[in-house]
T-cell receptor, first 112, second 108 residues
Framework: NAGVTQTPKFQVLKTGQSMTLQCAQD?????MSWYRQDPGMGLRLIHY???????DQGEVPNGYNVSRSTTEDFPLRLLSAAPSQTSVYFC???????????FGPGTRLTVL | GQQVMQIPQYQHVQEGEDFTTYCNSSTTLSNIQWYKQRPGGHPVFLIQLVKSGEVKKQKRLTFQFGEAKKNSSLHITATQTTDVGTYFCVGSGYALNFGKGTSLLVTP
């Protein structure tokens, strides 16, 4: 199993550009989440999903959209990137039976 | 998800010294998990505590869950440079909130 994969690993955007961060898992996990990590701020939850077709907002959802059309994929969309969205983004997944999360390697995003 | 507060936010120790980080919740936790994130890496699950008063050990790491299931601690005996990283405690729930964690720096 590949576990949780994220693409791209690095990305540089200009203010106002849009992009999608990809996340996929091959463990048939029901739950998937997106976090951002900034220096001194820890990991903050952006959006999460408890199953295909179901998403909900986390602590810092503004500026981000998500959808969950399949169990495997949970893309994160930035419609109009801002410098405040410069961060490291982690995707994670887990089963409904446990709180143990498995994280992807992260995407390092810089918005100029 | 259930919110927990973690202290200290930063800790700098000399190699060989002990280290402890503490987590506290205002509500009773169903369980608590601990994760470690190495610099430049992603969080990795260490352990889950479920029972009141539970104590689990992993080599030099000792994890405790309070009797009231409102607090937890991670103690590292005789730290090594490989212990460097950020340690997170996480309560249970649909949305798992990690917070700031405790960043440990170990100087040789």
């Amino acid at each position: 199993n590949a576990g949780v994969t994220q693409t791209p690993k690095f990305q540089v955007l200009k203010t106002g550009q849009s992009m999608t961060l990809q996340c996929a898992q091959d463990m048939n996990h029901e739950y998937m989440s997106w976090y951002r990590q900034d220096p001194g701020m820890g990991l903050r939850l952006i959006h999460y999903s408890v199953g295909a077709g179901i998403t909900d907002q986390g602590e810092v959802p503004n500026g981000y959209n998500v959808s969950r059309s399949t169990t495997e994929d949970f893309p994160l969309r930035l419609l109009s990137a801002a410098p405040s969205q410069t961060s490291v983004y982690f995707c994670a997944s887990r089963t409904v039976n446990t709180d143990t999360q498995y994280f992807g390697p992260g995407t390092r995003l810089t918005v100029l | 998800g259930q919110q927990v507060m973690q202290i200290p936010q930063y800790q700098h120790v000399q190699e060989g010294e002990d280290f402890t980080t503490y987590c506290n919740s205002s509500t009773t936790l169903s369980n608590i998990q601990w994760y470690k994130q190495r610099p430049g890496g992603h969080p990795v699950f260490l352990i889950q505590l479920v029972k009141s008063g539970e104590v689990k050990k992993q080599k030099r790491l000792t994890f405790q869950f309070g009797e009231a299931k409102k607090n937890s601690s991670l103690h590292i005996t005789a730290t090594q440079t490989t212990d460097v990283g950020t340690y997170f405690c996480v309560g249970s729930g649909y949305a798992l909130n990690f917070g700031k964690g405790t960043s440990l720096l170990v100087t040789p």
